[in-house]
């Protein structure tokens, strides 16, 4: 047996503190009865403690702070081979003790625990925060959101961020405020904030104070905000410069209203759209109003958003960089489905350096002014391109239909829808031309020349009907927009 064994320790040596002992096996199953060996209990645990309290211990099932905290002390009360043999036992009879779960002799703990279980089985079991074994030696926990879906951003309240703006500050930003559209002002109410861009503003009304008239007019500086929301944006034409001419700039690239003509850089952007979209009709009298995109989901992002009068780069390098830049970037960060860039000249390049190219398309080309279009942007392809990669990512939704002029379009499906209705009429005009050489026998005044000069003559209505679509002043911007790019390329 064990108390033998633990008998032939040197007499002189006392039994070391609990923490040393190694652990009973009662340590572990604190569910053991205690009833065969509570005599015993009780009789060393009366030699340290009066009669009822050791009675009330041991009924407590306080086993292992009697034999382990206190063996010490048993021992040197009646010493220490009688205190070994005990703790010998007592440990013989623990693990001889079956498991009685329901007994009245079960540990405090233990009751504790099944009175917390039998009370929560109606509640879901809670995760104790922090309760993992890399928390309980230091790790750091693993955030609640990790691995798991982005939660919805939350709605920006505008009021509240409003009233939380210094009365400057709201002078300052009344135009933002008041003509910057929700979506985006959510995303850079902190950058307009900026001491930078505050600064922006102050320049802009010296610039005001001191008669300097500058464009686009305020209540258009942010219309591409306006007409293109942030969740809309499918396609981001990056420009440079505004406008600096009266009744041109309005506050998207390359964009101008009427009566203002298309100017030259727009007219060949119109040459290179129609080479992908034969379909594609420009605007009447020579327009140059580019909405329509806008509202299609094609962000059209001047580099600067101001200029002053007749000087070109006039407001360059006084803060608004700094701005569109971070509009960029929010596009290609923020819109994971994917975003097509279309970046003309080196000045735009530079703008979509930092853009992820396995998440959007980058397209890149020389500027269509004249003095470069030339070089290669008549046949880039941009605009079919940009439609292909979208459905790819979007689906036949996100086709941009860069049609201009009302009842024109530039759409796949319309034109497919368009092809099975010619299908469709030539098949019945060939049961009826069948049916017209069926009766001929019968009549012979129908002869099968007539299905031809019948569709001569439709063929001719439809030529005149495409001539009237067409106006004078479209055929001769088209002509004098031909004429420039054939002298640019024999230069």
Known sequence: ??????????????????????????????????????????????????????????????????????LHRVAATVGLRSAITVYSLSRLLTR?????????????????????????????????????ISSFFG???????????????????????????????????????????DSWLALLKDDVT????????????RETAAGKKWFP?????????????????????????????????????????????????????????????????????????????????????????????????????????????????????????????MAWGTPASKRVQRVDKQRHLVLLSVHPSPLSASRGFFDCGHFKAANEWLITRYGDDGEIDWALKPGNTTKKLVKEDAKEDTKEDDKEDAELVANGNAKGADTPDDSPEKPKESAKANGALKAKSEEDDIDSDDEAALEEALKLAEEQTKN
């Open 1 to 70: 047996m064990a108390g033998p064994r633990l008998a032939t320790r040197a007499t002189s040596q006392l039994p070391p503190p609990c923490h040393q002992l190694a652990q009973p096996s009662c340590l572990y199953h604190e569910d053991l009865c205690t009833q065969h060996f509570n005599p015993i209990l009780l009789i060393f645990s009366s030699s340290l403690f009066s009669l009822p309290l050791a009675y009330t211990l041991v009924q407590l099932r306080l086993v292992n702070w009697i034999l382990t905290t206190h």
């Open 96 to 132: 001889r003790t079956p498991l009685l779960h329901n007994s009245q002799f079960c540990t405090m703990s233990s009751l504790k625990r099944k009175a917390a279980a039998t009370g929560n089985e109606t509640e879901a079991k809670k995760t104790r925060a922090n309760g993992s």
């Open 139 to 181: 790790a750091a926990p693993k955030p609640a959101g990790a691995g798991a879906a982005p939660s919805p951003a939350t709605k920006f309240d505008k009021a509240k961020w409003v009233e939380g703006l210094t009365a400057e500050q709201k002078e300052l930003l009344k135009l933002e405020i008041d003509t910057l559209h």
């Open 194 to 205: 900026t001491k930078e861009f505050l600064e922006l503003k102050k320049f802009l009304n």
């Open 217 to 341: 007019p305020k209540e258009d500086v942010y219309s591409w905000s306006r007409h293109t929301p942030f969740n809309e944006v499918k396609v981001v034409i990056v420009g440079q410069d505004p406008y600096h001419n009266v009744n041109q700039a309005h506050g998207m690239a390359f964009s101008v209203r009427p009566p203002t003509p298309a100017p030259p850089s727009l007219r060949n952007m119109y040459i290179a759209l129609k080479k992908d979209y034969p379909s594609f009709v420009e605007p009447a009298n020579r327009g140059g109003l580019l909405t329509p995109w806008a509202d299609r989901g094609v962000l059209m992002l001047n580099t600067c958003l101001t200029v002053r009068a007749h000087e070109a780069n006039s407001h360059a390098n006084r803060g608004w960089e700094r701005f569109t830049q971070k509009v960029i970037d929010l596009v290609a960060q923020k819109r994971t489905r994917g975003v097509v860039f």
